[in-house]
C-alpha cells in the first residue's frame, strides 16, 4: 500500500511571496489533516478534513493560510503572503475514518514539505 | 483547548537502561493515548496506542501505561538501544467535536548512548 505523497520536499521563499503544498492521502482514506511543525515542537493541527469538508480549521490562520480537498481526494496547502514566522514543515496525516465514537483510526503522515521563509 | 505536556524534554541513557516519559494532558474527554517516534528529518510513526478502557499495553521492548484519573499516560522503554534515539512525542486524542483529532505534546529527545 502506497504512503501518503507529498510534495514539493523542499521550498525556499521569500517573504510576501506564496506558496502552495499537495497532499495525496493514502487510498480510501476518509480523513485528511496538515500539520504545521515549527523546528523543536510538536505538530500543531490547521486544519482536518472529512471527505471533502472541513471539520477543524479552529488553529488556520485564515488571512493568510487556505486549504482545499475539492474531490475529498488530494489536498492543496496555500499561504499568500509568507511571513517569516512560516518557516517549518508542513505534514499532512490521514487517516481511514476520523470520527468520534468508532475505534481510534491511526493517523499516518507524510514525509513533510520543508518552507523556508527568508 | 487540551493542554499537554512531557516530561522530561530531554532524556540521556545508556544502552540497555530503560528510559520513561511521561505525558500529562487537561481534557478529560480524551479516549485515547498514542506514542509518536520522529527521527531526525523523518516523519512521525506511531509506535504505540492504548485507549481509555485498558490500563497498560506492551508490545516487545516497549510499553504504555495509562491513568486516567489523575489524566496522564508514560510510554516505558526497556533495554534501549542507540536506534531508539529519537524525539518522542504523546499526543492524547479526544471527540469532542464528533471528529478525531489529537493534540501533540511538547517532545522529548531521547538520545541512547552505546
Known amino acids: 500500500e502506497a504512503g501518503v505523497a507529498q510534495s514539493p520536499r523542499y521550498k525556499i521563499i521569500e517573504k510576501r511571496q506564496s506558496v502552495a503544498f499537495w497532499c495525496n492521502p493514502i487510498?480510501?482514506?476518509?480523513?485528511l489533516y496538515w500539520y504545521q511543525q515549527i523546528l523543536g515542537q510538536g505538530p500543531k493541527l490547521l486544519i482536518q478534513?472529512?471527505?471533502?469538508?472541513?471539520?477543524?480549521d479552529s488553529q488556520l490562520p485564515k488571512d493568510r493560510f487556505s486549504a482545499e480537498r475539492l474531490k475529498g481526494v488530494d489536498s492543496t496547502l496555500k499561504i499568500q503572503p509568507a511571513k517569516l514566522e512560516d518557516s517549518a514543515v508542513y505534514l499532512c496525516?490521514?487517516?481511514?475514518?476520523?470520527?468520534?465514537?468508532?475505534?481510534?483510526?491511526?493517523?499516518?503522515f507524510g514525509p513533510g514539505t520543508r518552507l523556508t521563509v527568508l | 483547548g487540551e493542554n499537554v505536556e512531557q516530561h522530561p524534554s530531554t532524556l540521556s541513557v545508556q544502552e540497555g537502561d530503560s528510559a520513561v516519559i511521561k505525558c500529562t494532558y487537561s481534557?478529560?474527554?480524551?479516549?485515547?493515548f498514542p506514542w509518536y517516534k520522529q527521527e531526525l528529518g523523518k516523519r512521525p510513526q506511531l509506535i504505540i496506542d492504548?485507549?481509555?478502557?485498558?490500563g497498560e499495553k506492551k508490545d516487545q521492548r516497549i510499553a504504555v501505561t495509562l491513568n486516567k484519573t489523575a489524566k496522564h499516560f508514560s510510554l516505558h522503554i526497556t533495554e534501549t538501544q542507540p536506534e531508539d534515539s529519537a524525539v518522542y512525542f504523546c499526543?492524547?486524542?479526544?471527540?469532542?467535536?464528533?471528529?478525531?483529532?489529537?493534540?501533540f505534546g511538547t517532545g522529548t529527545r531521547l538520545l541512547v548512548s552505546p
Open positions: 496525516a490521514s487517516s481511514f475514518l476520523g470520527v468520534a465514537g468508532v475505534l481510534y483510526n491511526e493517523q499516518f
Open positions: 487510498s480510501g482514506h476518509a480523513t
Open positions: 478534513f472529512q471527505n471533502n469538508g472541513v471539520v477543524d
Open positions: 481534557d478529560s474527554a480524551s479516549n485515547y
Open positions: 492504548i485507549r481509555s478502557n485498558v
Open positions: 499526543a492524547p486524542g479526544g471527540g469532542n467535536t464528533g471528529f478525531q483529532k489529537l493534540v
